[in-house]
């Protein structure tokens, strides 16, 4: 086989793999989908602290003296 056939026969076969763009759509699809389940996670778990600010309250006036004050802060 000489170069200008292997050229052709590459061409030719190039133009049968259709739309690539198209073909891969499916995974921007999958991503949007997994990302927006990960971000309605994320907002779920918005002002959870301050939900049962009572009962933190009543826990932190009850355990006020088992809090060690060594200054580190842990």
């Given at each position: 086989m000489t170069l200008?056939?292997?050229?052709?026969i590459a061409a030719e076969e190039a133009e049968h793999t259709g739309n690539v763009a198209l073909e891969t759509v499916g995974y921007g699809i999958v991503a949007v989908v997994?990302?927006?389940a990960l971000a309605l996670v994320t907002l779920s778990y918005r002002n959870v602290a301050n939900r049962h600010s009572h009962k933190a309250e009543a826990y932190a006036k009850a355990h006020a003296n088992d809090v060690q004050r060594s200054g580190h802060g842990h």
């Open positions: 200008a056939t292997i050229i052709a997994v990302f927006a």
